[in-house]
């Protein structure tokens, strides 16, 4: 599968894309706001395989996109987008960018790529996003895909040895079709 946006391509991940995801996996402003820890290489490639996996099955429920910027072919970051709850066809997306490509819009385009995807292609009802309630950029990407901030969830993320909040935001198909999506995205 590929998307093309203004800037980017977004395509399932190759067996090639491993040492990239490594090193992107492995960095500490990447996790800086995770639950979980650093993964090890195990976990790392265990990861991979998955989304190598996945990218086989039919009907799809799990997509893993590596994000790449032409005319490189190299992966800096990666969208996932899994169906969450099959009855309400609720989608789940996630991003995580290499450090160097943040800030210039390239989670918001590519995520905006894959809502898209979702809700004309895929017939989303609604797609929903968590962040740790801490991490501000990953929250504004929400809100500049004019996603809504449903709820705060008190202390369900262990992270940095306490536990702290998460935000959940939500777009339903309907804001979708009605264009909340922010104007001055690039690809609109």
Known sequence: M???????????????????????????????YEDVEIPDEAKTREEHNEALRRAKEEPRIRY?????????????????????????????????????????????????????????????????????ALNKASYRVMEKLGMTREGLLRETRWWNNQWTHEYVYGILDKDWETGTIHPDLPGT
């Open 64 to 132: 893993y996109l590596g994000v790449t910027i032409p005319p490189s072919d190299s992966v800096v970051g990666r969208i996932s987008f899994r169906l969450n709850t099959a009855w309400m066809n609720e989608w789940e997306i996630g991003w995580f960018m290499h450090p160097d490509y943040w800030s210039k819009g390239y989670a918001t385009e590519g995520a905006q790529a894959v809502l898209r995807f979702g809700f004309e292609d895929l017939h989303a009802h609604r797609v929903i996003a968590f962040c740790n």
């Open 2 to 32: 590929e998307l093309v946006t203004q800037r980017l391509i977004l395509r399932d991940l190759r067996e090639s894309d491993y040492a990239a995801m490594r090193q992107i996996r492995r960095l500490e402003l990447v996790q800086r």
